[in-house]
């Protein structure tokens, strides 16, 4: 099984959007895909499984069991228009969260918990995708936890690059906590992704060539600025369910790439540490 996380301690940048097409892009890809909305927010419980709901404290705090918290999607929400469904061998799972999320620290001091009971799902789950909160908390060292890599969305714009900043400074703390306290491995930045990008522009232009300086080749291609995204967003679909030729997938499938390299390089890992 492999977890990423997705977060800046930025909102508004299109956090959800990626956690959200991620999820859909691996599942068209024939992954089983769970999607954890750890954002009290709950936005992307509503453009995934259609509602909020208190699953992800449930499964934490009440222990309850799995088949009672997830919502699967039909495969019409992730499959390519006019593809046969018989075709489709991936699964998208939701596991849905609401206003109750942010009591999960308050009532447990094992941040633990959700790696713990993740290694349920071996056997019915290959890829974990984490949305999170942009506001800093102690909910995050749950899915800091649990996870092999990060993902960094942000915008090429002052306020978004310093909450980018302050996420890997809480990412390098928690990393040190995982590997005093439990023995494990650094949390692995898989990469950062620039959104809404507007080409052309001076500073947008400049900043992404600043980003790569500092960061390199963690740095991954940017995401434009497209109305197809807030389209795809309205009607809970993705955008390759509206316009499977736009440069906009083309962009989005570049990415699913990346995420599956990062994939095989925690299995490959995994399999030498085995």
């Not at 996380?5 to 990626?18: A, D, P, S």
């Not at 699967?72 to 939701?94: C, D, F, Q, W």
């Not at 809404?196 to 400049?206: L, M, P, S, W």
């Amino acid at each position: 099984m492999y977890i990423v996380v997705l977060t800046n301690h930025k909102g508004g940048i299109g956090k959800t959007t990626l956690s959200d097409f991620i999820a859909r892009g691996l599942a068209l890809r024939g992954w089983r895909v769970l999607a954890i909305d750890g954002d009290p927010q709950g936005h992307l419980s509503l453009r995934l499984a259609g509602k909020k709901a208190p699953a992800l404290h449930d499964l934490l705090i009440r222990e309850a069991n799995w088949n009672d918290l997830t919502v699967e999607l039909k495969p019409e929400r992730y499959a390519l228009p006019g593809e046969s469904l018989r075709k489709v061998t991936g699964e998208l799972h939701v596991l849905p969260g609401d206003h109750e999320t942010i009591s999960i620290p308050l009532l447990t001091d094992r941040p633990e918990t959700l790696a713990i009971r993740l290694e349920e799902m071996q056997d019915k789950i290959d890829v974990v995708v984490i949305d999170t909160s942009p506001t800093a908390s102690q909910l995050h060292s749950f899915f800091y936890t649990a996870a092999h890599s990060i993902l960094y969305p942000t915008e090429l714009a002052f306020s978004s690059m310093d909450g980018l900043a302050q996420s890997i400074i809480a990412r390098d703390a928690a990393s040190r906590v995982r590997q005093s306290r439990w023995q494990l491995p650094a949390i692995h930045v898989a990469g950062i992704i620039p959104m809404k990008f507007r080409r052309g522009v001076n500073e947008q232009e400049e900043n992404l060539k600043a980003l790569k300086a500092q960061f390199g080749e963690r740095v991954w291609s940017p995401i434009s600025l497209r109305t197809l995204w807030t389209e795809a967003e309205s009607r809970m679909l993705a955008p390759w369910s509206l316009d499977p030729y736009s440069d906009v997938v083309a962009e989005a499938f570049g990415l699913i790439d990346r995420v599956e390299q990062d994939m095989k390089r925690v299995e490959s890992e995994t399999y030498v540490q085995a």
